[in-house]
């Protein structure tokens, strides 16, 4: 059974850092397409940084510079280092994953296994 588990939100002051771990079971991250998105309260959820194939990674406008997506094969985990934090980063944070290459890495529908959520939350 393929399974994620986020770790690593918490509650930080702006310009803060934090690094969500995402924790995947019964299959290589390796084989799979993978990606962090958002859901902030009263808003959908958004696409914030994706890693397709040997680490191709992509990011929304709003974190680049700011976030860094990676993947550990050995560790079978992906995560994602936050710096800079802004209070609009404040959001459930979820890790996503498909087995396979996507063309578009931020379509929540092209995903089929999904963790249960962090919160990270950004103070001013």
């Known amino acids: 059974q393929v399974q994620l588990v986020e770790s690593g939100g918490g509650s930080v002051q702006a310009g803060g850092s934090l690094r969500l771990i995402c924790a995947a079971s019964g299959y290589p991250v390796s084989s799979y397409s993978m990606a962090w998105f958002r859901q902030a309260p009263g808003k959908e959820r958004e696409g914030v940084a994706g890693?397709?194939?040997?680490?191709?990674?992509s990011y929304a406008e709003s974190v680049k510079g700011r976030f860094t997506i990676s993947k550990d094969n050995a560790k079978n985990a992906l995560y994602l280092q936050m710096n800079s934090l802004k209070p609009e980063d404040t959001a459930m944070y979820y890790c996503?994953?498909?087995?396979?290459?996507?063309?578009?890495?931020?379509?929540?529908?092209?995903?089929?296994?999904w963790g249960q959520g962090t919160q990270v939350t950004v103070s001013s």
């Open positions: 890693i397709r194939g040997i680490e191709i990674t």
């Open positions: 996503a994953a498909v087995r396979g290459w996507l063309l578009r890495w931020s379509q929540e529908k092209d995903y089929n296994v």
